[in-house]
């Protein structure tokens, strides 16, 4: 089973915090998704493979080394994923930019898919999916299922806040993907929102609500 990481790291703690306050506005809500999923990724990216270049300073050679291995793509689940994407792009400019739009039918809980569009070459890629919220697991277990459709082998879940239900949907469906989040909450409500959690994340980015 691949391994689930809680990233206790006091800057994504403290940042979270605030992420979770119910007065925190929009604007402020919206950066600092931004912000955790910056701090996310620089942890989530620890093992990509380097390789050793020489480097030509103004004063000699340095041996360096600089990112190897797979091409990497990030792939956001829409609407919320969104807010993650534009810090992880800057950290990895080359990284390519999928979209997989799926919804949670208020009755049923269930994703609903409604977009996708995704690289042409993301099947050689490793691909991180991004999503605020991990909560009964079926939005990351649907987005998951679709990119290994399309061929994709090596995928990580990047989630700010999860709780034991969704993180159990995507091993069961999933094992093979390791799941980062910055926070294991305790559990889902009745209406499968996560307790204490942030509220609806989407809502809260876009202030729709
Ligand atoms: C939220 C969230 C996840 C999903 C998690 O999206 O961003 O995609 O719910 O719930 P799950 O684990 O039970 O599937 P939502 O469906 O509210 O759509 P939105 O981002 O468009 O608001
Ligand atoms: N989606 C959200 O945005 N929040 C939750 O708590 C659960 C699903």
């Known amino acids: 089973m691949a391994e689930v990481h809680i990233l206790e790291h006091p800057l994504i703690q403290h940042k979270l915090a605030i992420l979770r306050n119910k007065d925190t506005g929009v604007k402020e809500f919206r950066e600092l998704i931004g912000e955790i999923a910056g701090l996310m990724c620089y942890e989530a990216t620890r093992n990509l493979p380097t390789q050793e270049i020489q480097v030509q300073t103004p004063v000699d050679t340095a041996t360096c080394r ?29 990284a390519k930019v999928g979209h997989i739009g799926l919804y949670r039918d208020p009755e049923t809980h269930q994703p ?26 079926g939005s990351a277990v649907a987005a998951i299922g679709f990119l290994k459709a399309h061929g994709c082998k090596h995928i990580v879940m990047m989630n700010i806040i999860g709780c034991p239900e969704g993180v159990r949907a995507v091993q069961a469906a999933h094992p093979d993907v390791e799941i980062y989040l910055a926070a294991m909450d305790e559990k889902l409500n009745e209406h499968a929102y996560i307790v204490p959690g942030l509220g609806d994340a989407g809502d809260r980015i876009f202030g729709t609500k």
């Open 112 to 137: 609903v898919e409604y977009y996708c569009k995704l690289p042409e070459d993301i099947e050689s890629r490793q691909v991180f999916v991004v999503d605020p919220m991990l909560a009964t697991g």
């Open 66 to 94: 600089v990112l190897a291995g797979k091409k990497l793509a990030i792939v956001p689940v829409l609407r919320a994923g969104l807010g993650m994407v534009d810090t992880m792009i800057q950290l990895i400019p080359s």
